[in-house]
């Protein structure tokens, strides 16, 4: 055993189905617990004076048992595995019930679902049952990681997980499956580190994993720790337990418990605990009790019965962020692509200026060509014209005797502009033509339409497309009606003005009140220049990539209001959008990201690439204007990648932002 904890960790055995527990100041009395049960797990729960613990197996009952043995609450169902969160909100026959919410497996069904705790009544009850999955469950974990919806992981030891979330953020239980999660083969358990977004996977003969744990997590994975001789291991990890910044892993054969400290996505193993008076603990449980900086640690072996340990621990005291993320839901979300991958990109908002409810959506699928989507998220046009990227709309653009709007979108098919007409009053597309640019790598987009002049009543036009390189060019563009027909429309740009940024840009858009480009560089800043092509060459930083700004800096945007503009762009490293006045010194007004709404089965959104807004009352839903967002992972179900509608007047509310 580590000689440096000795003192503070003590565990005695009593019998195949009880623990002793000793306290750590001399003198105290030892205290005997007959706990009957294949299952203990303390709780963060006190009954007049006394701790608490949930346990499993005893008579073929769920039982809520004080430290004494005696049998606070019980629930005449035989289950095995536990998880458990505290304290869990829940509406139940309209009223909103604090408690504990465990998670366990119904036997005989092996069917996974949730018990409910109220300390207060002191009552027991099932609460909601998951459809029993076509495997066999290897271990289940909760995790409240994303907002205050509640989740439960349920393995498959074949390498998935299925991830569903029970109980959603207005506290009513609901079985939906948000995902399937690839995971580590051979896995024996899960935990998750709610505060940090971990999922931490043992796989059996290997070792420790971590991911993401909320739902809008990417798939991937990065190690704790392996076993000898890749890492500090000495055996199969069988159990995990979290503690505030912290994970504890039962090693069976070693008759050991490693401790981890866990900050930032670092972990460093603290220490080995030798428990030389069991035979293969398998099974660990633990409840972190702030008041005393310690943790109750409970270790279940088959044969020599459960042992507590008590476990000093500290952990750091968390500062508040100096600028606290605030969560909002969706509306609105568009029908799915046809198929799963990098597809859809950026939006833009083509408003129905006569019928505003009437407005579109225009997204890019850089698979396939351009879509366009009502106000309730349904397809009404599609073009097959190429790989897309980006997109934005201008009106009010002569075609000899007629006055369209356009959308052009860049083409990475052949590094073109794509080029459609929108009819003002029905809103219907058709595509018009291209034209050529002699970029290598077209990417992102936006356009530019300088005040109305005596030579050019409607304003010149201009496309601003950037290169993978760095490139920016300031493309004017003009058409020719033919005289023969007038509905063959001749495209030409000329180039006006090249800048650049030093590495790969994306985002882009002008604010023609102000005459001003706002661009990303994705892993630097966000940059600002004059739109005229005489503004020169010269870019101002808004605010660089940081805790703030996380790379990758992709879509941006601007809120056009009758007083006030704001500056909205896509926080892609961190799955936010953050909010700045649009004018100098660009003041920042506030973190903004979009959370998972189960009512409306809309879910959340992340690594957003592009984005569209407007104040334009759209109506009911939509008063004060909305945001457009690309959503780069859709759950609940799993599906291809889709646009997101989100209400500005509950932006407005959710940052205090100024009314008009």
Not at 13 to 39: E, R
Not at 318 to 328: E, F, G, K, L, N
Not at 579 to 591: F, H, M, Q, S
Request: hydrophobic letters at 40%; one cysteine or more; proline letters at 6%.
């Amino acid at each position: 055993m580590n000689k440096k904890y000795f003192p503070q960790i003590l565990a005695v055995v009593l019998g195949v189905c009880s623990f002793s527990v000793m306290a750590i100041s001399p003198g105290n009395k030892l205290l005997t617990a007959k706990l009957n049960a294949d299952l203990v797990a303390p709780l963060p729960l006190q009954k007049n004076q006394q701790a608490t613990y949930l346990t499993l197996g005893d008579n073929n009952q769920i039982h809520w048992r004080a430290a004494s043995g005696e049998s606070l609450a019980q629930l005449d169902q035989a289950a095995e595995l536990l998880d458990w969160r505290y304290p869990v909100t829940v509406q139940t026959q309209g009223k909103s019930i604090p408690g504990l919410i465990a998670a366990t497996v119904f036997l005989p069904e092996q069917q996974p679902g949730l018990v409910a705790l109220n300390p207060a009544t002191g009552e027991l009850s099932e609460l909601l049952r998951v459809p029993t999955p076509a495997f066999k469950i290897e271990n289940i974990c909760l995790s409240r990681a994303a907002g205050d919806n509640l989740s439960l992981y349920l393995l498959d030891e074949r390498g998935t997980a299925e991830h569903w979330l029970v109980i959603d953020a207005n506290g009513k239980p609901d079985a939906k499956l948000l995902r399937r999660v690839p995971i580590a083969p051979n896995s024996k358990a899960c935990a998750v580190d709610d505060a940090q977004d971990l999922l931490f996977i043992a796989e059996e003969g290997v070792g420790i994993w971590a991911q993401g744990a909320s739902e809008e997590s990417s798939p991937g994975r990065i190690a704790v720790d392996m076993q000898q001789p890749f890492g500090k291991l000495p055996g199969s990890v069988e159990s995990l337990v979290v503690m505030p910044q912290g994970l504890v892993a039962a090693i069976a054969e070693e008759k050991q418990l490693a401790v981890y400290s866990v900050q930032q996505g670092k972990f460093t193993q603290q220490q080995q605990i030798d428990l030389p008076q069991t035979d293969e603990p398998e099974v660990v449980k633990a409840a972190y009790v702030a008041e005393q900086k310690s943790l109750a640690l409970i270790v279940n072996d088959e044969k020599t019965g459960n042992h507590l340990l008590q476990l000093p621990w500290n952990p750091t005291a968390q500062q508040s962020p100096a600028h606290p993320i605030v969560t909002v839901t969706a509306d609105v979300q568009t029908e799915s692509m046809l198929r799963f991958g990098d597809a859809a990109d950026d939006p833009a908002i083509w408003v129905n200026k006569k019928r505003p409810q009437k407005s579109l959506i225009l997204g890019t699928n850089k698979q396939q060509g351009l879509f366009v989507y009502d106000l309730q998220g349904r397809e009404v046009q599609h073009f097959n014209t190429g790989k897309l990227n980006n997109v934005d709309v201008r009106y009010g653009v002569r075609l000899g005797k007629k006055v369209v709007d356009l959308a052009v979108a860049t083409n990475r098919d052949d590094n073109s502009l794509s080029i459609y007409t929108i009819d003002p009053r029905s809103g219907k597309l058709a595509f018009s033509g291209s034209v050529a640019t002699d970029m290598k790598e077209i990417y992102g987009f936006c356009m530019y339409q300088a005040p109305a002049s005596a030579a050019q009543p409607e304003g010149a036009l201009y496309a601003i497309p950037n290169d993978k390189s760095g490139e920016f060019q300031q493309i004017q563009l003009s058409a020719a009606v033919s005289a023969a027909d007038k509905n063959v429309v001749q495209w030409q740009g000329q180039v006006k003005r090249r800048f650049s940024v030093e590495s790969q840009p994306e985002g882009c858009v002008a604010d023609d009140k102000n005459q001003r480009l706002f661009v990303g560089e994705e892993d630097v800043a966000l940059w600002t220049i004059g739109a005229e092509p005489a503004s020169g060459t010269r870019l101002e930083k808004v605010l660089g990539a940081g805790e703030i700004l996380v790379a990758d800096i992709e879509g941006v945007g601007v809120y056009q209001g009758k007083n006030q503009s704001f500056l909205v762009i896509s926080s892609q490293g961190n799955n936010s959008f953050v909010i700045l006045d649009a004018v100098a010194p660009y003041a920042l007004r506030g973190i903004l990201r979009i959370a998972l709404d189960a009512t409306k089965n809309i879910d959340g959104v992340s690594e957003t690439d592009g984005l569209e807004v407007s104040s334009i009352d759209f109506g009911a839903a939509f008063p004060e204007g909305m945001l457009v967002v690309q959503d780069g992972h859709k759950v609940m179900p799993e599906a291809p990648q889709n646009f997101k509608y989100v209400s500005w007047e509950k932006i407005r509310r959710a940052l205090n932002l100024p009314t008009e």
